[in-house]
């Protein structure tokens, strides 16, 4: 069985050479075959050539623009390997990487398989993954994803600059019939480098991305979807008195209605769009869901 670490950096050198060696450290352990490709993502700090120059056996591959998580793509159709684990430039593998990738190939309905985050902004645990239970999306800074999926249904979207790219991924995943699975025992350190993580970037992005999905793929019910959304992501901050949040979000609104007709529209099944609504938490409940309990609690007390 040969796999490919997949890894995309954007001038976090330091982090990205932490993240090869532990990795190399790491695979030196197994028998079986592995390769690492690195796509440097247009950095201007040196990471290209620090890694040329400590690593010349890792396949390394130097854009000359950010393109954001689209770069993955680049590593994907350069690596060899039957499976691509997909990881960032401050994130590592610590433990389980031959269980998941013999999981893997004892399931192959599983298209993609989320590892198990245990550090970092999202976690695994905040996310309630839990084996034996089909999702959709997945934390990327550790996954792994099948060559064979892959070619099928591709690699990240390009409309997608960064972040939710692999909620879309999960959808396609889904669509071809293939499944998103959880595996535990595969742990994933995030080290969370503060670079280039701006609240507000993170949140309008978050936003735009969000909605772009469900306009892409929803053909029942978008615009109550896409309404959902909105509301849900201004009530939770509001909620918390994060009053910026709460403009950050609009911000991600006014984003996606200016490109949303660019986007190309997939309808996905009844039975995919049902699922996407279960775990994705800004389109779970109506943002007058409160209301509803309330009037149901008064009731009872009658």
């Given at each position: 069985m040969n796999a490919s670490f997949v890894i995309v950096n954007y001038n976090r050198k330091d982090e990205l050479l932490i993240t090869i060696q532990k990795t190399k450290d790491l695979i030196s352990t197994y028998k079986d075959t592995y390769e690492i490709v690195i796509v440097d993502n247009g950095s201007t700090d040196g990471s290209a050539e620090a890694v040329a120059a400590a690593h010349p056996d890792v396949n390394l591959i130097a854009q000359k623009v950010n393109t954001g998580a689209p770069a993955w793509n680049a590593g994907f159709a350069a690596a060899k390997g039957d499976y691509f684990i997909i990881m960032d430039d401050d994130?590592?593998?610590q433990s389980g990487l031959d269980e998941a990738l013999h999981y893997m190939e004892a399931r192959p309905q599983i298209g993609v398989l989320a590892l198990n985050v245990l550090t970092g902004p999202y976690t695994s645990k905040d996310w309630n993954m839990q084996e034996d239970?089909?999702?959709?999306?997945f934390i990327g800074c550790g996954a792994?994803?099948?060559?064979?999926?892959y070619n099928k249904i591709g690699g990240y979207p390009d409309w997608i600059f960064l972040y939710v790219n692999e909620w879309d991924v999960g959808m396609r995943c889904l669509a071809a019939g293939y499944t998103v699975q959880f595996f535990e025992n595969c742990k994933v350190i995030h080290r969370t480098s503060a670079l280039h993580r701006t609240n507000k970037r993170l949140t309008t992005l978050v936003n735009k991305h969000g909605m772009g999905i469900v306009y892409k793929y929803f053909g029942h019910k978008k615009t109550k979807y896409l309404l959902r959304h909105a509301l849900n992501n201004i009530k939770q901050a509001l909620k918390?008195?994060?009053?910026?949040?709460?403009?950050?979000?609009?911000?991600g609104v006014r984003e996606?209605?200016?490109f949303r007709k660019s986007i190309p529209l997939v309808p996905v099944s009844a039975e995919v769009q049902r699922q996407f609504i279960r775990e994705f938490h800004p389109v779970k409940e109506s943002p007058f869901e409160f209301i509803r309990k309330r009037v149901y609690k008064d009731k009872d007390r009658l």
């Amino acid at each position: 069985m040969n796999a490919s670490f997949v890894i995309v950096n954007y001038n976090r050198k330091d982090e990205l050479l932490i993240t090869i060696q532990k990795t190399k450290d790491l695979i030196s352990t197994y028998k079986d075959t592995y390769e690492i490709v690195i796509v440097d993502n247009g950095s201007t700090d040196g990471s290209a050539e620090a890694v040329a120059a400590a690593h010349p056996d890792v396949n390394l591959i130097a854009q000359k623009v950010n393109t954001g998580a689209p770069a993955w793509n680049a590593g994907f159709a350069a690596a060899k390997g039957d499976y691509f684990i997909i990881m960032d430039d401050d994130s590592h593998i610590q433990s389980g990487l031959d269980e998941a990738l013999h999981y893997m190939e004892a399931r192959p309905q599983i298209g993609v398989l989320a590892l198990n985050v245990l550090t970092g902004p999202y976690t695994s645990k905040d996310w309630n993954m839990q084996e034996d239970r089909n999702i959709v999306g997945f934390i990327g800074c550790g996954a792994i994803l099948r060559r064979e999926t892959y070619n099928k249904i591709g690699g990240y979207p390009d409309w997608i600059f960064l972040y939710v790219n692999e909620w879309d991924v999960g959808m396609r995943c889904l669509a071809a019939g293939y499944t998103v699975q959880f595996f535990e025992n595969c742990k994933v350190i995030h080290r969370t480098s503060a670079l280039h993580r701006t609240n507000k970037r993170l949140t309008t992005l978050v936003n735009k991305h969000g909605m772009g999905i469900v306009y892409k793929y929803f053909g029942h019910k978008k615009t109550k979807y896409l309404l959902r959304h909105a509301l849900n992501n201004i009530k939770q901050a509001l909620k918390q008195f994060k009053f910026k949040e709460a403009w950050y979000v609009i911000l991600g609104v006014r984003e996606f209605l200016k490109f949303r007709k660019s986007i190309p529209l997939v309808p996905v099944s009844a039975e995919v769009q049902r699922q996407f609504i279960r775990e994705f938490h800004p389109v779970k409940e109506s943002p007058f869901e409160f209301i509803r309990k309330r009037v149901y609690k008064d009731k009872d007390r009658l």
